[in-house]
């Protein structure tokens, strides 16, 4: 980014920052001096967009919420006409980042270890994310008991899986997404169709 004298930097690169060394050092690594000197700009630039690291601590918080819970629950309020389109419709949450950024929510999980307050909001998170994929099984005629429980399926399943990825190489796209039919099937207990399947395929096409 091209910086011109006496430049303050903007609240977005402030943010990218703290989000960049959230994702790859840890909530200790959020610090308004490290993060200065990765800008390359000074901490009254810092307290230009920002009353205290608090405040910007706030502002991640709020790029969270909004980026995985918010997507989340519009992703599984998204038109489909039967349950297995629904289900697609929240798997492009594992496959766009845009979308669902795994990285950020790993490292939530991670800070709200230390950060009681967060841990809440982390509860309340997972509360609203499960009873939103609840109500989409509900609304494809599901019983209520049912719903619950392959609501919590879904979700467990994917957080598990997020909680490994940094124990782990990063799995290739391509076999991942051969294996969503079969967990479709397993979550839904009904099969995806071929025209559903070549739907999802074109919106992600990665080679297998």
Do not use: C
Request: net charge negative; hydrophobic share 40%; no cysteine.
């Amino acid at each position: 980014m091209e910086k011109t004298s006496g430049w303050r930097g903007t609240r977005e690169i402030w943010i990218e920052a703290a989000y960049q060394a959230l994702i790859e050092s840890g909530i200790d690594a959020v610090k308004v001096m490290p993060l200065a000197e990765r800008l390359g700009l000074s901490r009254t630039s810092f307290y230009g967009h920002f009353s205290d690291r608090d405040d910007l601590l706030k502002a991640l918080v709020t790029l969270w919420q909004s980026k995985n819970t918010g997507n989340l629950i519009r992703q599984t309020e998204a038109y489909a006409e039967t349950i297995t389109e629904a289900l697609l419709n929240v798997f492009d949450l594992w496959l766009l980042p845009d979308l669902f950024d795994s990285r950020l929510e790993f490292a939530v999980r991670n800070w709200a270890h230390t950060d009681q307050d967060l841990a809440r909001m982390l509860e309340d998170a997972d509360q609203v994310r499960v009873e939103a994929l609840q109500a989409m099984f509900f609304r494809f005629g599901y019983d209520p008991d049912y719903a619950r429980v392959r609501a919590d399926t879904v979700y467990l399943t994917q957080i598990g899986y997020i909680s490994m990825i940094k124990d782990r190489p990063s799995e290739p796209p391509g076999p991942r997404l051969q294996r969503m039919p079969f967990y479709v099937e397993v979550f839904s207990g009904r099969p995806v169709s071929d025209a559903e399947w070549a739907r999802f395929r074109a919106r992600h096409p990665v080679a297998s």
